[in-house]
């Protein structure tokens, strides 16, 4: 691994360069080499060791560009990419297999109908500035994996990420076939213009809109990883030491500018005050000497960002019970905790998207649930710390991205796991096989023996109401239910259970048949000569 940190300074692609990357990468998977599955594996190695050598660059970029503790950017972001990298490079031969485990009337086995992995084609990944390495280059392990050609768009929020970014992609990876794109939104609006195969964009809803209503335009599919208001619900069944831990924990990671990360908490009433306390001494452990001082605490990454931020702070009506330190100089702004009474408070209204968040005092899980959906019905991540009939009751009653159970977003931080949002925080998934998938068209293949033209001949001109009832016959299937709805249990039924060895279809129950046929002579074969299977 090499030692040079040294990073070149940040500089926009010009206009004209926009368009000769966008042509280039087209062109590139025109030249059909992306479908060679061993063409990207060696893409996904090179990676591999491009991020590998250049692993001092990338923890001086992330701290340069927002105060990022070296264990951070090690733990969430490189070796999180490079988890995800490894599982891609150990499975990718198996995702890419065609599916012939298909659903579909025997009849029709004789056309071995089969499903291809495609790749998509030229794609543009779109990244943030929260985590601007991984949240680039775990999108472009997908596109690589399914044989896209990309173009990263970095943002120009983190700055010598987006450079270091640029140095990998074009020393490491294969000239022509992927490039990183710098600048602002004249450079982003030129990529826009351009037709994509598919367009990944991590961000904000606004931007969003904006980059949805252009890709509308030529019909261009999109993949939006979002964020929203983030709830979490505490009980008195909850362990409060734990679950202050916990949730602590959520808003100092990044310093709390994580998509995931909880906007506001219900409490129930009656353990309110010890949750407050709990939270308080989390808040002592973690930095004895206050978040200001040394270099484990991250920091806001602009001004525009803080001052927002600083501005939800200065307008609540609630009352702050932790933290609360703040100071634009250095971009600072301790993890706070405000105590609210009412979700028109600013502090419910808006995504923090930072270290400071709301506690909503409840009755019970009822009210948090009918909280949760009034405040924001489709969050990106829910968080629930209650009872076992609790947290089932929250999972089955709010919709979210995903939810973890008794922790802080931890859904998210298993780099394999399919990760995406719903609704507004977002659409489709990455990560793992779903990042594979994300990039990759599923196309359906028959091929049609010519002797079979005569079980065909239902189709045919002129049509024969004879043929036409001998194919309905062959392919129908009476109902297992009654015209209420209800399953129908009665003689029939358990003699298909009984002659279908408990399958839904005659295809299965065919193959299970066999087996058990095969096994029984083999059984039998056995048992009078253990040797007779292999001279017979």
Same mark, same amino acid.
Request: charge should be neutral; aromatic fraction near 10%; hydrophobic fraction near 40%.
């Given at each position: 691994?090499?030692?040079?940190?040294?990073?070149?300074?940040?500089?926009?692609?010009?206009?004209?360069?926009?368009?000769?990357?966008?042509?280039?990468?087209?062109?590139?998977?025109?030249?059909?080499?992306?479908?060679?599955?061993?063409?990207?594996?060696?893409?996904?190695?090179?990676?591999?060791?491009?991020?590998?050598?250049?692993?001092?660059?990338?923890?001086?970029?992330?701290?340069?560009?927002?105060?990022?503790?070296?264990?951070?950017?090690?733990?969430?972001?490189?070796?999180?990419?490079?988890? @995800?990298?490894?599982?891609?490079?150990?499975?990718?031969?198996?995702?890419?297999?065609?599916?012939?485990?298909?659903?579909?009337?025997?009849?029709?086995?004789?056309?071995?109908?089969?499903?291809?992995?495609?790749?998509?084609?030229?794609?543009?990944?779109?990244?943030?500035?929260?985590?601007?390495?991984?949240?680039?280059?775990?999108?472009?392990?997908?596109?690589?994996?399914?044989?896209?050609?990309?173009?990263?768009?970095?943002?120009?929020?983190?700055?010598?990420?987006?450079?270091?970014?640029?140095?990998?992609?074009?020393?490491?990876?294969?000239?022509?076939?992927?490039?990183?794109?710098?600048?602002?939104?004249?450079?982003?609006?030129?990529?826009?213009?351009?037709?994509?195969?598919?367009?990944?964009?991590?961000?904000?809803?606004?931007?969003?809109?904006?980059?949805?209503?252009?890709?509308?335009?030529?019909?261009?599919?999109?993949?939006?990883?979002?964020?929203?208001?983030?709830?979490?619900?505490?009980?008195?069944?909850?362990?409060?030491?734990?679950?202050?831990?916990?949730?602590?924990?959520?808003?100092?990671?990044?310093?709390?500018?994580?998509?995931?990360?909880?906007?506001?908490?219900?409490?129930?009433?009656?353990?309110?005050?010890?949750?407050?306390?709990?939270?308080?001494?989390?808040?002592?452990?973690?930095?004895?000497?206050?978040?200001?001082?040394?270099?484990?605490?991250?920091?806001?990454?602009?001004?525009?960002?803080?001052?927002?931020?600083?501005?939800?702070?200065?307008?609540?009506?609630?009352?702050?019970?932790?933290?609360?330190?703040?100071?634009?100089?250095?971009?600072?702004?301790?993890?706070?905790?405000?105590?609210?009474?009412?979700?028109?408070?600013?502090?419910?209204?808006?995504?923090?998207?930072?270290?400071?968040?709301?506690?909503?005092?409840?009755?019970?899980?009822?009210?948090?649930?009918?909280?949760?959906?009034?405040?924001?019905?489709?969050?990106?991540?829910?968080?629930?710390?209650?009872?076992?009939?609790?947290?089932?009751?929250?999972?089955?009653?709010?919709?979210?991205?995903?939810?973890?159970?008794?922790?802080?977003?931890?859904?998210?931080?298993?780099?394999?796991?399919?990760?995406?949002?719903?609704?507004?925080?977002?659409?489709?998934?990455?990560?793992?096989?779903?990042?594979?998938?994300?990039?990759?068209?599923?196309?359906?293949?028959?091929?049609?023996?010519?002797?079979?033209?005569?079980?065909?001949?239902?189709?045919?001109?002129?049509?024969?109401?004879?043929?036409?009832?001998?194919?309905?016959?062959?392919?129908?299937?009476?109902? @297992?239910?009654?015209?209420?709805?209800?399953?129908?249990?009665?003689?029939?039924?358990?003699?298909?259970?009984?002659?279908?060895?408990?399958?839904?279809?005659?295809?299965?129950?065919?193959?299970?048949?066999?087996?058990?046929?095969?096994?029984?002579?083999?059984?039998?074969?056995?048992?009078?000569?253990?040797?007779?299977?292999?001279?017979?």
């Amino acid at each position: 691994m090499a030692t040079d940190t040294k990073i070149a300074p940040f500089e926009a692609t010009s206009l004209e360069e926009v368009a000769r990357y966008a042509g280039g990468v087209r062109a590139a998977y025109a030249s059909q080499k992306t479908k060679d599955i061993e063409w990207r594996l060696v893409q996904l190695r090179k990676l591999y060791w491009g991020i590998t050598d250049c692993t001092p660059k990338l923890i001086a970029a992330l701290q340069q560009d927002i105060g990022k503790p070296s264990s951070e950017a090690l733990l969430t972001e490189i070796s999180f990419c490079l988890s @995800d990298l490894n599982l891609t490079l150990k499975k990718l031969k198996t995702w890419a297999k065609d599916d012939t485990d298909l659903d579909y009337p025997l009849t029709f086995a004789a056309l071995k109908p089969r499903v291809r992995k495609e790749p998509l084609g030229a794609v543009l990944i779109i990244g943030p500035y929260n985590f601007p390495m991984m949240l680039n280059l775990s999108p472009l392990v997908g596109a690589i994996s399914a044989g896209c050609t990309a173009i990263i768009k970095p943002s120009e929020g983190a700055p010598a990420t987006a450079m270091v970014l640029k140095e990998i992609v074009e020393t490491y990876l294969d000239p022509g076939s992927f490039y990183v794109v710098n600048g602002a939104i004249p450079e982003t609006t030129a990529l826009l213009n351009e037709k994509w195969a598919k367009i990944f964009y991590t961000g904000n809803p606004m931007v969003a809109r904006i980059v949805s209503k252009k890709a509308a335009e030529t019909l261009t599919p999109v993949t939006l990883e979002l964020g929203g208001r983030n709830p979490a619900f505490v009980s008195k069944a909850a362990n409060l030491a734990l679950t202050a831990r916990r949730l602590l924990w959520g808003k100092t990671m990044n310093a709390g500018q994580v998509c995931m990360s909880h906007n506001y908490v219900c409490v129930e009433r009656d353990v309110l005050e010890d949750f407050i306390k709990y939270l308080n001494a989390s808040f002592k452990d973690f930095f004895p000497d206050g978040p200001k001082v040394g270099q484990g605490y991250g920091r806001i990454v602009n001004e525009r960002q803080f001052d927002r931020m600083k501005n939800m702070l200065d307008t609540t009506r609630g009352r702050i019970v932790m933290g609360g330190e703040a100071d634009r100089s250095e971009l600072y702004i301790a993890p706070t905790a405000v105590l609210v009474d009412s979700i028109d408070d600013p502090m419910m209204t808006s995504e923090s998207f930072g270290p400071i968040w709301s506690i909503y005092p409840v009755k019970d899980v009822n009210e948090a649930i009918k909280i949760m959906n009034k405040v924001d019905p489709t969050p990106l991540s829910l968080m629930t710390f209650g009872s076992k009939a609790e947290n089932e009751q929250v999972l089955n009653s709010v919709t979210s991205g995903g939810a973890s159970i008794n922790d802080a977003y931890m859904h998210g931080s298993v780099s394999t796991l399919p990760f995406g949002g719903v609704g507004e925080s977002g659409t489709g998934a990455y990560h793992g096989r779903a990042s594979f998938d994300c990039f990759t068209h599923r196309r359906t293949v028959v091929a049609t023996p010519g002797w079979m033209d005569k079980l065909l001949r239902v189709r045919y001109q002129p049509h024969s109401p004879a043929d036409l009832k001998r194919f309905l016959w062959i392919n129908g299937q009476t109902p @297992d239910f009654d015209r209420d709805g209800r399953p129908i249990t009665g003689f029939s039924y358990w003699l298909w259970m009984l002659f279908g060895l408990g399958g839904p279809s005659a295809k299965g129950a065919l193959l299970r048949w066999l087996t058990l046929v095969l096994a029984a002579r083999f059984a039998y074969s056995t048992q009078f000569d253990p040797l007779s299977p292999f001279f017979s």
